[in-house]
């Protein structure tokens, strides 16, 4: 005879992986406003960006950010193995070479 299933435990299961996704996505979006600088502005300046970038529906503005999203990613997140080797692939600038900083 089978056992039966205790749905309460599966959906608290389910809502603490919810809450643990969550709380990793947020994180990660903390991290992500660190890594480019971001966190130098201030909430309205950061805000007011996020909120012109999610209103545009440009298909031009979005493909030329997700490229420069690439090449940033390509760039810092590889750049202990690949810098030190000579690799400057996709010309993404490296942090010593930002005229801002």
């Known amino acids: 005879m089978r ?3 205790d749905f309460d435990a599966e959906l608290k299961a389910l809502s603490e992986k919810a809450a643990q996704l969550k709380t990793r ?12 600088g971001a966190d130098a502005l201030s909430i309205e300046e950061l805000t007011g ?15 030329a950010w997700a490229t420069k999203g690439q090449a940033f990613f390509q ?6 193995g690949k810098r030190a080797q000579g690799n ?5 600038k490296s942090a010593d070479s ?3 900083r």
């Not at 996505?25 to 480019?36: N, W, Y």
């Not at 960006?49 to 493909?63: C, F, G, M, S, W």
């Not at 760039?75 to 202990?80: D, E, F, I, L, Q």
């Open 3 to 5: 056992k039966p299933r």
């Open 25 to 36: 996505k947020v994180q990660q979006f903390g991290e992500l406003v660190i890594a480019t």
């Open 49 to 63: 960006a996020l909120v012109t970038i999610a209103a545009t529906n440009e298909p031009q503005k979005r493909e």
């Open 75 to 80: 760039g810092k997140t590889r750049s202990t």
């Open 88 to 92: 400057t692939q996709s010309g993404a």
């Open 98 to 100: 930002d005229p801002a």
